[in-house]
């Protein structure tokens, strides 16, 4: 079965730089969801996509933005990359019920800002 | 606020040995989802079960199973006959009520890391 695929799979940048993070959800499902994981910290939630509209916003720093397109492909902004902000980064996708979603995750892009 | 806790922060066993792991949960709405995940040394996040809150039915899958307690707030998993590939970080998750498509953000435990030794 087709899984959540996300872009790249490593990413290294310099402090101050900018990268894109990309997600493709398994098909026919039409929300996101992003997430951060530091090292040996547990998944927070950063930002949610329904129907190529934002949901819900979690803890995501000014710095970042995102957007969820029409073929419900998403895409994770970040600017003036930092130090911290080095981590895994995951895009899970769900079709919705009304009843909870299950997210299903992908592999993750892993970050690592020099 | 929804609050996972997951008090062992790390377990070894001699393969083939039982374990269980502990999830303990807090929440002030009465429609809730819990949620496992395991994740590998590789790094991805694996589902592994969903239990809705009005449905406290215990599972068993294989040499997995999940006892879901709403009186003691606890949705326990346990791993029967380990193995070294079991050897993961295992993740209880919740999410909460029915605030719209796109709201049921997960809040993760800490995570317990499950070590099988041959």
């Known amino acids: 079965a087709a899984g959540v695929i996300q872009s790249p799979r490593h990413l290294i940048k310099e402090k101050r730089e900018t990268a894109t993070l990309k997600c493709y959800p398994i098909?026919?499902?039409?929300?996101v969801y992003w997430y951060q994981q530091g090292p040996g910290q547990d998944p927070q939630f950063l930002i949610s996509f329904y129907e190529k509209m934002q949901s819900d916003k979690g803890s995501i720093p000014d710095r970042f933005s995102a957007q969820q397109f029409s073929d419900y492909h998403s895409e994770l902004n970040m600017s003036s990359l930092e130090l911290g902000d080095s981590a895994l980064y995951f895009c899970?996708?769900?079709?919705?019920?009304?009843?909870?979603?299950?997210?299903?995750f992908g592999p993750g892009t892993r970050l690592t800002v020099l | 606020a929804q609050k996972v806790t997951q008090a062992q922060t790390e377990i070894s066993v001699v393969e083939k040995e039982d374990v269980t792991l502990d999830c303990v949960y807090e929440t002030r709405d009465t429609t809730y989802y819990l949620f496992w995940y395991k994740q590998p040394p590789s790094g991805e996040l694996v589902f592994l079960i969903r239990?809705?809150?009005?449905?406290?039915q215990n599972e068993i899958s294989g040499r997995y199973s999940w006892n879901f307690q709403k009186s003691t707030s606890s949705f326990n998993f346990t791993i029967t006959a380990s193995q070294v590939v079991d050897s993961a970080v295992y993740f209880c998750?919740?999410?909460?009520?029915?605030?719209?498509?796109?709201?049921?953000?997960?809040?993760f435990g800490k995570g317990t890391k499950l070590s099988v030794i041959p």
């Open positions: 899970a996708s769900s079709s919705t019920s009304g009843s909870g979603d299950t997210q299903y």
């Open positions: 098909p026919r499902h039409d929300t």
């Open positions: 239990r809705n809150s009005f449905d406290e």
């Open positions: 998750a919740l999410s909460e009520g029915d605030s719209g498509a796109g709201s049921y953000q997960l809040t």
